[in-house]
């Protein structure tokens, strides 16, 4: 029996493999960063993902030298009234391609009250 099969439809070329590799070796894919708009819709859906909470709001956006960072507004407890539900302030850390690196709670609090850390009064 011979072992002699075409495969040249089921595999690449050597100059296709080639081609491939020097443009991952020298980044000329045709990657794009992802827009603003579409960091944050991507955080908030990664985040959702992986904690099962539903972002209610992005209170802060910002580029950082490692990519974006987000703050991200979640109910952790829903409660009737909804005053009394319990929410939660994410930081969530994006890298520049738009994927989640890494998120932590930084507050809890009940939906109606003031923080007077941020409110600026006193």
Known sequence: MSNTHSTSQSQP????????HDEQAH???DHRRPTPMQVLRSAREQLSELTGLVPEAVTSFEQTADGW????EVVEIDRVPDTMSVMASYQVD????GELEGYRR???????RV??????GG
């Open 13 to 20: 070329s050597r100059n296709d493999r080639k081609q491939t």
């Open 27 to 29: 980044g000329e894919t």
């Open 69 to 72: 960072s987000l703050e991200v």
């Open 94 to 97: 994006v890298n520049p391609d």
């Open 106 to 112: 930084v507050r809890r609090y009940e939906r109606g």
């Open 115 to 120: 923080d007077s850390r941020r409110s600026g």
